[in-house]
Every structure is written in C-alpha cells, then in structure tokens.
Nanobody, 131 residues
Framework: QVQLVESGGGSVQPGGSLSLSCAASGRAFDNYPVGWFRQVPGKEREFVAATRWIGGMAFSKHYTTSVKGRFTISRDNAANTVSLQMNSLNPEDTAVYYC?????????????????????WGQGTQVTVSS
C-alpha cells in the first residue's frame, strides 16, 4: 500500500557527512513511527534510529548507541518525508540504509529493534565510508 523511496547515499571519507531522505506515497506518515535501519553483507538488518509521536506536535527520537551524538533523525509529516543527518562518519557506518514505517502507533522503544514491528520498507541506499 505504502511505498518508501530513499535517496542521498554515496561515498565519503572518514569524518565526512551525508544526509539521507525518505519519501512516502500511498499512505501518510501521520503520527506513526518512522525509522532507519542498516545492513551489511553477512549480518542482520539492524536498528539505527526512529521517531515516535508522544502527544501534541511532539515526537521523540531514539538511536542505537553507536550513532548517538553523530546522527539526527527528523520528520516532516506534511511532506511525508523523514531524513537522517549523518556526521562524523566512520568505515563502520558503511551499509545499505533503509527507511521503514510501522503501523503500531504506540510502539515502545524496547520493541523498535524488532523487524517484525515494521510494515513497509524502502529499497535502500548505499553509504560507503572509506579513504
């Protein structure tokens, strides 16, 4: 029903920055959780960041430990987009990055890592950090 399309991936040197974007069509984000995940060959897709409605016009933001302080997730519900600003990139950040949408309005932080709680996925965009 909903389609998600990521963009903004590319190649950068260690310490550089990239900004990823995800646009939705078919269903609006509204106040449902939106997240970013990443995957490298031979490993499971892992949680990176997510944003969740907590009342009024406020949304909480959550990050995996390895990216906290370097990455920032933002959402624009009117435009049905979510972005991921990535700073101070290192080679360990190299992966295919995916955006995802959940139908669980009250998804708790402790369940965001679980891929089964996310209904729709984008095609992914490659991020490569190397010298």
């Amino acid at each position: 029903q909903v389609q998600l399309v990521e963009s903004g991936g590319g190649s950068v040197q260690p310490g550089g920055s990239l900004s990823l974007s995800c646009a939705a069509s078919g269903r609006a984000f509204d106040n449902y959780p939106v997240g970013w995940f990443r995957q490298v060959p031979g490993k499971e897709r892992e949680f990176v960041a997510a944003t969740r409605w907590i009342g009024g016009m406020a949304f909480s933001k959550h990050y995996t430990t390895s990216v906290k302080g370097r990455f920032t997730i933002s959402r624009d519900n009117a435009a049905n987009t979510v972005s991921l600003q990535m700073n101070s990139l290192n080679p360990e950040d190299t992966a295919v990055y995916y955006c995802a949408l959940s139908s669980i309005r009250g998804l708790i932080v402790g369940q965001m890592w679980n891929l089964r709680n996310w209904d729709s996925w984008g095609q992914g965009t490659q991020v490569t950090v190397s010298s």
